[in-house]
C-alpha cells in the first residue's frame, strides 16, 4: 500500500463553521504533512510532524490547528477560516525525517463561504 | 531560505519529441532534488528524485541530471506521449533537510498528438 488516503475530497464550509480534514497512511511513515495549494501554484508547507509530535510550523494562522493521534494519522482542525483560505489542502508522508522521497495524497478542494 | 526557480513555464511538444524542463537552486547545502508530476484534480505524484552524490539518474523515458557546482538540475522526457501532459513541479530541499522542500513554480506540459 503506497497511498496516502484524504477526506473529504471536497468541502465546503462557511466562515464561522468548524471542520476537520483527516489523512491516513499505512506505509509506517514516520514523518506527515500539510501543504496549501493554490490554483496555478505550488504546495507551500503548512506543517511537519515527525514521531507524532509537531516539528515545523511555517507561521500558519491559528484558525488552522493540526493534530496526529498516531503515526498513521494526521487531521487539520478548522475554524473561522477566511475565503482567501480556499485552496486545496495536500497530505504528504515519508519515512523517518530526512530519509526520504514524500508520498502526496490526493488533497482536499476547500471553499469558504 | 532555499529559492527554486523552474523554467519554462510553459512547454507544447509534439508527440515523440523530447521534452526538457530546467532548474536552478540557490542554496550550496541542498542535497535532495524530487520531481513532481500533478495532473488536474490530482495531488503532486513523485516522478524522480536524485541526491547531490549523484550527477545522473535514469528511469525508463524520464532522466535528471544535476550540476551542483552551477547549481541547476534538469528534468528529460523522452518519447513524449499524450499521457505525460501535466504540470510538472521541481523541488530541493532546504539544506540537508529533506523534510522542508521548495518548489518552482511549476511548468505545464502539453503533448501534442
Known amino acids: 500500500d503506497t497511498e496516502v488516503t484524504q477526506t473529504p475530497k471536497h468541502l465546503v464550509m462557511g466562515m464561522t463553521n468548524k471542520k476537520s480534514l483527516k489523512c491516513e497512511q499505512h506505509?509506517?511513515?514516520?514523518?506527515m504533512y500539510w501543504y496549501k495549494q493554490k490554483a496555478k501554484k505550488p504546495p507551500e508547507l503548512m506543517f511537519v510532524y515527525s514521531y507524532e509530535k509537531l516539528s515545523i510550523n511555517e507561521s500558519v494562522p491559528s484558525r488552522f490547528s493540526p493534530e496526529c493521534p498516531n503515526s498513521s494519522l494526521l487531521n487539520l482542525h478548522l475554524h473561522a477560516l477566511q475565503p482567501e483560505d480556499s485552496a486545496l489542502y495536500l497530505c504528504a508522508s515519508s519515512p523517518p525525517v530526512g530519509v526520504g522521497e514524500a508520498f502526496f495524497g490526493q488533497g482536499t478542494r476547500l471553499t469558504v463561504v | 531560505g532555499e529559492n527554486v526557480e523552474q523554467h519554462p513555464s510553459t512547454l507544447s511538444v509534439q508527440e515523440g519529441d523530447s521534452a526538457v524542463i530546467k532548474c536552478t537552486y540557490s542554496?550550496?547545502?541542498?542535497?535532495?532534488f524530487p520531481w513532481y508530476k500533478q495532473e488536474l484534480g490530482k495531488g503532486p505524484q513523485l516522478i524522480i528524485d536524485?541526491?547531490?552524490?549523484?550527477g545522473e539518474k535514469k528511469d525508463q523515458r524520464i532522466a535528471v541530471t544535476l550540476n551542483k557546482t552551477a547549481k541547476h538540475f534538469s528534468l528529460h522526457i523522452t518519447e513524449t506521449q499524450p499521457e505525460d501532459s501535466a504540470v510538472y513541479f521541481c523541488?530541493?530541499?532546504?539544506?540537508?533537510?529533506?523534510?522542508?522542500?521548495?518548489f518552482g513554480a511549476g511548468t505545464t506540459v502539453t503533448v501534442r498528438a
Open positions: 506505509m509506517g511513515h514516520r514523518a
Open positions: 523541488a530541493a530541499s532546504e539544506g540537508q533537510n529533506d523534510y522542508k522542500l521548495s
Open positions: 542554496d550550496s547545502a541542498s542535497n535532495y
Open positions: 536524485i541526491r547531490s552524490n549523484v
